[in-house]
């Protein structure tokens, strides 16, 4: 199994450019999510799904589009980058969402996507 | 009061020091508390779950205490390897995600 992969690994934007962070996984997870990391604010959630079709906000949610439309892939969309959103971004799957009784702490983490904003 | 709290660090310790991190907690109703590991530049990696009264995995140690809501993290005889940030991390107040500290930052120098 690869796990959970993200690309790109690195991308440099300009102020007011759109783009979409990719993130697959193989292990047939039902819940999927999106973090940031910034310094020194540790990882805030920004996005998650718990399933196909199913999407729902976390804690930093503006400036972020996301979409589930299969099980394996939960892309991420910038809609106008700004500098504010430079940052590393996490995707994490896990088998089902963390309240469940199926081992949903157990996050997967794609190796993240540094995105700078000029 | 922030969801979970941890002290930064960092943390500089010699080979073989014992070393504990304390994290705290506002949801008095979190039930499931985990502690992950972070290598520089890395993803986080889970390293550890913490259930009622605590468990242990060889030279870790995870401890909770419900009345004074911390967990704590005890690394015994500590390794360079074991060089990261340790991130606290306990249920949102839905229990449809996780709350991640900002992570306690040990160095291990020999």
């Known amino acids: 199994n690869a796990g959970v992969t993200q690309t790109p690994k690195f991308q440099v934007l300009k102020t007011g450019q759109s783009m979409t962070l990719q993130c697959a996984q193989d292990?047939?997870?039902?819940?999927m999510s999106w973090y940031r990391q910034d310094p020194g604010m540790g990882l805030r959630l920004i996005h998650y799904?718990?399933?196909?079709?199913?999407?729902d906000q976390g804690e930093v949610p503006n400036g972020y589009n996301v979409s589930r439309s299969t099980t394996e892939d939960f892309p991420l969309r910038l809609l106008s980058a700004a500098p504010s959103q430079t940052s590393v971004y996490f995707c994490?799957?896990?088998?089902?969402?963390?309240?469940?009784?199926?081992?949903?702490?157990?996050?997967?983490f794609g190796p993240g996507t540094r995105l700078l904003v000029l | 009061r922030k969801e979970v709290e941890q002290d930064p660090g960092p943390f500089n310790v010699p080979e073989g020091a014992t070393v504990a991190f304390n994290c705290t907690y506002s949801?008095?109703?979190?039930?499931?508390f985990f502690w992950y590991r972070q290598d520089c530049r890395k993803e986080p990696k889970l390293l550890m779950s913490?259930?009622?009264s605590g468990n242990e995995d060889g030279r870790f140690t995870a401890q909770l205490n419900r009345a004074s809501q911390y967990i704590s993290l005890l690394i015994r005889d500590s390794k360079l390897s074991d060089s990261a940030t340790y991130l606290c991390?306990?249920?949102?107040?839905?229990?449809?995600?996780?709350?991640f500290g900002k992570g306690t930052t040990l160095s291990v120098s020999s």
């Open positions: 913490v259930y009622s």
């Open positions: 949801n008095s109703a979190s039930q499931s």
């Open positions: 994490a799957s896990s088998y089902e969402a963390p309240g469940g009784q199926g081992g949903g702490e157990t996050q997967y």
């Open positions: 292990m047939n997870h039902e819940y």
């Open positions: 799904s718990v399933g196909a079709g199913i999407t």
């Open positions: 991390v306990v249920f949102n107040q839905a229990g449809t995600a996780l709350i």
